[in-house]
């Protein structure tokens, strides 16, 4: 049973951010069809939680049960693309920033063409992917990031900081 | 190798923190001043601020499609705006929260103010009965403070999508950031205030040698008004409310200098604002 006031609530917490909530689900899933699928088993979801529950930060919020449908709806639907983060989070090893001289890299990682772009976060595994576009593409903070996760903040950083090496290693190679 | 013993993944960390505008004002300054001295740390940071360009630049948002919205009207009988469009932050939805809302953003509120004066060394400024007057005086202080201490702003960027996100980690508004650099207002950067016992974004600009605190609050009960400007303790302050916020702005220009300033920020956060798509039913 769902109360208007939920209703309203849904129109005003979650309706600004169906942009948002779908970019998310449409970069998990790869799939726009399975994104409409996960906002709209998110949305339902978002009503329910909404008739109990006060949102101070809705858009974090949204993005939150977003991700969890996204992988829920994964482990049921597609569960030969649900790939686990074990071995690929271990200690950071970053390169070590050893040339100084200006390189041209920089130059053709902001060249790069739409589609490259695209491949590059598409082929990130699942964990940077989801971190990498929740901040840059949503706008998260990392504290936000963190609880949408349910991981550490130092965590968000580590991932956000391979996902970036990773995406500068795919771009930043002249074609 | 110089670098070695400063261990080159913290080292990436920090630069990535400073670019997602993460840092707090010292950390601000401390890593733009290694940047600065630093060839192989400059190289980096150029790497990454070429790499957000190129995602940032490559229309990696999608509108949620019609078909998608029609599917969410039916499953939860509440009909989506069909106008697909992009907002930032939930102006509309922060014009009139629920009472329970309210409570808790009261609560985290002030459990934030006691976070954001452990962090950043802010003054809270205590007025028993929070008047109109009150609020003004309070703005005018901690304006004052920051230029007293010489550290009028704690995120310092001219960069409105680095101001905006930092602000937004900080307090419970979303604020209105706007350029105003072609109007002769350079943006400095933000600060939190503790106002009324609750932390709020103030954007402080920069007009010639002069410093403008622009801070913005809950419009609790304030009438929707105009600009009106008054003299406090010999700074300009022009203060009004719309039907989300109350702003103060604040400045020791001269008082034309500051409406016009004033004059230009709403027009900048009104056509912001025109870009967000109508509040849905």
Known sequence: MTTEAARSRFAEIVLPYLDDAYTLARWMTGSTADAEDVVQDACVRALRALETTAVERPRAWVLTIVRNTALTWMAKNRPANVTSTEGEEGPLELPELTDPAPSPEQNVIAQADHGAVRAAIAALPQAFREAIVMREINGLSYKEI?????????????????????????LGRPA | ?????????????????????????????????????????????????????????????????????????????????????????????????PVAAVRRWRAAAGAMAAAVVALLGVNIYLVSDWGSDDIERAVVAAHTRGLISGQPIDVVS???????????????????????????????????????????????????????????LPRGSARVSAPTRETVNGHSVVSWTDNVRRYVAVSDMSPPELDDFVANFRRAAASEREDSPPKAK
């Open chain 2, 1 to 97: 190798m110089i670098a070695r013993d400063l261990g080159p993944s913290d080292d990436l960390l920090m630069l990535q923190a400073l670019l997602d505008g993460e840092l707090d004002a010292s950390g601000v300054i401390d890593m733009e001043r290694r940047i600065a001295a630093d060839p192989r740390l400059s190289a980096e940071y150029a790497r990454l601020c070429a790499l957000r360009g190129a995602i940032q630049g490559g229309a990696m948002r999608e509108a949620a499609p019609d078909s998608l919205r029609a599917r969410i009207a039916a499953a939860t009988g509440v009909t989506p705006a069909s106008q697909s469009n992009v907002v930032k932050f939930p102006e509309a939805a922060a014009a009139r929260p």
């Open chain 2, 158 to 216: 001219t960069d409105r999508h680095t101001v905006k996100p930092w602000l937004a980690g900080k307090v419970p508004l979303a604020t209105t950031v706007v350029d105003l650099a072609s109007d002769g207002y350079a943006l400095s950067g933000g600060r939190v205030d503790v106002i009324a016992d609750e932390p709020v974004p103030t954007l402080v600009y920069r007009h010639r040698e002069h410093f403008i605190s622009l801070t913005e």
């Open chain 1, 146 to 170: 963190a609880d949408a996760s349910g991981i550490p903040i130092g965590t968000v950083m580590s991932r956000l900081a391979r996902a970036r090496m990773m995406l500068m290693n795919a």
